[in-house]
């Protein structure tokens, strides 16, 4: 049991804690770790199902709109006025309880998707490695940590090796850290608490193991993300959000004015209120958030049979909006299974010794896995002179080499491999074919040529060096004065149908740059392979020696960025983004920067944590051919919410600000409350399907765009063609048939509701309606609709809902009006898309 204040735990060493917590090198039992989990207040705890039901459903009527409406219903049934109580209720609960159910399908499977990309951890129980949930981890667990994980808890180091650790989201210091195990003075800053690792931040180099001291709330990171959110507004988003303050402003100034109006002309009060409310609520985009959301949820839903997880479901619209692709091309334009062409030594001849030295470094490095080292543990070779590991030197993005020190019953070797620039660098001798060693100086011009030659016959070289060291601790300064042993030769085969891949990404208008570490050699033959028959390459050196705005102009140029280091990977997508909506797709340490710096982040089911962590999309596999799919849904879900929107602003708004004028020149209100929530209940049920809408193929051949100034247009076009035709419906009811109030309400409904429903029709797609065919429920739904529209006022309840049946003559006029309503608005809306449709 912790008896003592985890505050300054740094303070204190290993075996302190152990005792403190009832923990050991070994770690906790899986029972003490349950027991404590359970025990803990500092640990998320799971809402129960009914719980965020009941939550969601009390949500739907938490606008203040919706509140006041019912407030006021509430208010008429103890002033005596009862005959509209239920009816309204009924629709207005009816209407909850149908974004209710589309919203909490949408939920369900957003918790689905969180579920497949929650982070992992290696933690010790039972004193047996095992990967846990990260939120499952408790204090006193022991931990082990490789190159790319990310730290799930404040933890102290037991063991460190070579360890160096990215603390920028604690410090803001963009330097890897190097740690060590051991105690430090209470006062240390944090920035130089060398013998933790904090929860956030994540492990650039070198593995380690550490106890856990704080969790959740109770740690650094806690602590802030409890008084902050990091939570960033995507521009549809904003857009999106903007748009409903905008029309709900206009909304409300209508409203109240009415409700004035109507007071002054001595009608009654509680009506008068009611029909306020009730246009309030028909003309207030009440489902613009509910449509956003079902239909990002339904596209993350589709994308995922594509193989494509989305972690945040609002960089859907984002995606739609790609017109550029950046990646690295291991596994994404080539297999990324490394095959091993050749193991030569410096003069080309193949070499059983430099055989050995890369088996040897492969198979007993304990870094992350990567595909270079898979190859080389299946190398067919026979081991001699029993090698044991005595150290290892990770792999880091600075060095770009991995040491291993082995002894044999010989010797004690220290074998390094990496990029054939550094391990040249650290090389003083090679060794000869007639196996005796001499200086490298007058041999360097040759293999630089060498090395060359390889990339232009499209293998990747990769140095390998050795020289003898004692039984000692090694660490990078013995990385000197070493012998070249000789190339490791890589292929890694360009991809079946990665041509056929490409073309489809142009035909959505989606370019495709490759940013790599390889050198320009093997960048070059790659371009040629894939089509591009005279390659643009610039390489890391070049991007180095260019300034920023002369790198904006370069890289629009540039096919591939061939020897780049991961610092420059975000300053070239940074570039990019002056003149591209740009994705980058990475799955390693390296690649983190770049995935946050593009405008779409996308990485893979087995990167490392902390480039799964950083990204907006998992791929569950790399293939270019899935985000070719991820792309067109990200634009359908785009289009189908725009859909919404254009109804919202166009039918709708117009109707409703007609029915508001209406109401100022007439004796009766043209439309009683419970008609005009009713209308709005019966056009609710197409709209919400909306999200599910066929796209036209032509739509999803652009990248969509958000433009409010588009919309605005739109909305003022067909809004006033909305009005038009209600002008027409008012003067022909008024002054041709000379209804009565009942009679008038009754075609001003059906004229109201029918040309809502058309219009999702005409505005679905950009071509003449007849030629694009709907989605099955929007059709289904909008018929059911029209059915009951012209239904309605020939049932037996027609009354309590102030309907009456209307004469055949009377009738036909409102569905002459209504025909010639669709005609003119299909050819409306060709001409605009034609004349302002710019994206």
């Not at 040529?449 to 390889?454: A, L, T, V, W």
């Not at 797609?765 to 065919?773: D, E, G, I, L, Y």
Request: charged residues 20%.
């Amino acid at each position: 049991m912790q008896t003592t204040s985890p505050n300054n735990f740094w303070k204190n060493d290993t075996s302190f804690w152990f005792k403190n917590l009832n923990s050991s090198d070994k770690g906790l039992s899986q029972n003490d770790a349950e027991k404590i989990l359970s025990n803990s207040d500092n640990h998320k705890k799971v809402e129960s199902r009914i719980k965020k039901d009941i939550k969601l459903f009390l949500g739907q009527f938490k606008s203040p709109l919706m509140l006041l409406l019912i407030g006021a219903v509430i208010l008429s049934a103890f002033l005596g006025d009862t005959s509209d109580v239920f009816i309204i209720l009924f629709i207005v609960l009816s209407t909850g309880l149908l974004s209710f159910f589309q919203e909490r399908n949408a939920g369900r499977v957003v918790e689905k998707l969180q579920s497949l990309v929650s982070l992992k951890s290696t933690v010790l129980r039972d004193s047996k490695s095992q990967e846990i949930k990260s939120s499952d981890i408790v204090v006193g667990d022991v931990l082990v940590f490789k190159a790319g994980d990310m730290i799930p808890a404040d933890c102290l180091l037991i063991e460190a090796n070579e360890l160096n650790a990215n603390e920028a989201s604690l410090t803001g210091e963009s330097f890897p850290v190097r740690k060590e195990i051991g105690a430090l003075d209470e006062k240390t800053e944090l920035s130089k608490r060398i013998n933790c690792v904090w929860e956030g931040t994540n492990i650039v180099s070198g593995n380690a193991k550490a106890l856990v001291i704080q969790t959740g709330k109770d740690s650094i990171f806690g602590s802030i993300a409890q008084s902050a959110t990091n939570k960033v507004e995507t521009t549809f988003e904003k857009g999106i959000k903007d748009f409903g303050f905008f029309l709900m402003k206009i909304t409300l100034v209508l409203s109240i004015v009415i409700l004035i109006i109507n007071l002054i002309n001595h009608k009654s009060v509680i009506e008068s209120a009611l029909f306020a409310l009730a246009l309030a609520v028909g003309m207030a985009p009440e489902l613009l958030p509910a449509i956003t959301t079902i239909a990002m949820s339904a596209g993350a839903k589709r994308m995922l049979e594509k193989k494509v997880v989305v972690k945040k479901l609002a960089s859907i619209q984002n995606l739609g909006e790609v017109n550029l692709l950046c990646t690295d091309k291991t596994g994404t334009i080539t297999e990324g299974a490394i095959k091993v062409s050749g193991l030569v030594n410096g003069f080309g001849k193949e070499s059983d010794f430099v055989k050995q030295l890369a088996y040897l470094n492969a198979t007993f490095e304990t870094g992350y896995s990567n595909p270079i080292d898979d190859a080389l543990k299946q190398l067919k070779i026979d081991v001699i002179n029993n090698p044991k590991k005595i150290g290892e030197i990770p792999y880091d993005f600075i060095r770009k080499c991995l040491s291993i020190a082995v002894k044999t019953d010989k010797e004690n070797l220290l074998i390094t491999k990496g990029a054939f620039t550094q391990i040249i660098g650290i090389c003083t001798k090679i060794k000869r074919d007639d196996e005796s060693v001499e200086s490298i100086d007058s041999h360097k011009a040759e293999l630089e040529k060498r090395y060359q030659q390889f990339g232009m016959d499209g293998l990747r070289a990769i140095g390998i060096c050795y020289k003898n060291v004692e039984d000692k601790t090694i660490s990078k300064e013995d990385e000197s004065e070493m012998i070249f042993a000789g190339f490791l030769l890589l292929q890694d085969p360009i991809k079946d149908g990665i041509v056929d891949t490409i073309s489809e990404l142009n035909k959505l208008q989606v370019g495709l740059k490759i940013i790599t570490g390889d050198n320009k050699n093997v960048a070059q033959s790659i371009a040629i392979k894939i089509g591009i028959s005279n390659p643009k390459i610039l390489t890391g050196a070049e991007v180095f020696n260019t300034s920023a705005e002369a790198l904006q102009q370069i890289v629009s140029q540039t096919h591939i960025f061939a020897e780049v280091e991961p610092q420059q990977k975000e300053r070239i997508i940074l570039a990019l983004r002056k003149s591209y909506t740009v994705a980058y797709i990475g799955d390693g340490i390296n690649d983190v920067s770049a995935i946050n710096a593009a405008d779409v982040g996308i990485s893979v089911e087995n990167a490392v944590d902390v480039a799964r962590e950083a990204a907006d999309f998992v791929l569950m596999e790399k293939n270019l051919m899935v985000l070719v799919d991820g792309i067109k849904e990200g634009r359908k879900t785009f289009a189908n919410t725009l859909k919404y929107i254009f109804i919202n602003t166009g039918s709708t708004f117009g109707n409703m600000f007609s029915v508001a004028i209406a109401s100022l020149l007439l004796p009766f209100l043209p439309m009683l409350p419970k008609q005009i929530l009713l209308m709005n209940f019966i056009t609710d049920f197409p709209y919400l399907t909306v999200a599910s809408d066929n796209v036209d193929h032509e739509q999803l051949d652009k990248p969509g765009k958000w433009d409010l100034k588009f919309i605005r247009n739109y909305m003022v076009i067909f809004g006033i063609h909305s009005s038009v035709f209600d002008l027409i419906t008012f003067l022909t009811l008024l002054y041709v048939f000379k209804v009565k109030e009942s009679a008038f309400q009754t075609g001003w409904f059906i004229e109201s509701i029918l040309t809502e429903l058309f219009i999702l029709f005409i505005i679905r797609t950009h071509k003449n309606f007849f030629k694009s065919r709907p989605g099955k429920y929007l059709f289904i739904l909008s018929f059911l609709g029209l059915a009951i529209t012209i239904g309605l006022p020939y049932s037996p309840f027609a009354n309590n809902i102030g309907l009456t049946p209307l004469p055949f003559v009377n009738l036909s006029a409102m569905l002459l009006i209504v025909v010639v309503y669709i005609i003119t608005a299909d050819l409306l809306k060709v001409w605009f898309f034609k004349k302002y449709h710019s994206a």
